[in-house]
Nanobody, 114 residues
Framework: QVQLVESGGGLVQAGGSLRLSCAAS????????MGWYRQAPGQQRELVAV???????NYADSVKGRFTISRDNAKNTVYLQMNSLKPEDTAVYYC????????WGQGTQVTVSS
């Protein structure tokens, strides 16, 4: 079992930056994969970025070159650095972990104004 708590969302103007954090309730060193999804109003939840414990990160095409996922095993935390934000990035962002089963955080709202 692992609980995930996101933070760092908010309101930002287009072109701005935000960094989301996802704190896990236990060590993430051995968690198979962790990442971020987002869900905009009226849309399905979509993958933003995912990082396996020993592999390279993968990004949605829409965020490549703008978003960076990273993990700090010592702090049991995964980050999502979001730069050059666009209004279409507005969504609730969810932290995700997979370690034999899915785990989700409660979500954090990101709103990008034009």
């Amino acid at each position: 079992q692992v609980q995930l708590v996101e933070s760092g969302g908010g309101l930002v103007q287009a072109g701005g930056s935000l960094r989301l954090s996802c704190a896990a309730s236990r060590s993430i060193f051995s968690i198979t994969a962790m990442g971020w999804y987002r869900q905009a109003p009226g849309q399905q939840r979509e993958l933003v970025a995912v990082m396996s414990s020993g592999g390279s990160p993968n990004y949605a095409d829409s965020v490549k070159g703008r978003f960076t996922i990273s993990r700090d095993n010592a702090k049991n935390t995964v980050y999502l650095q979001m730069n050059s934000l666009k209004p279409e990035d507005t969504a609730v962002y969810y932290c995700y972990a997979w370690d034999g089963q899915d785990y989700w955080g409660q979500g954090t709202q990101v709103t990008v104004s034009s």
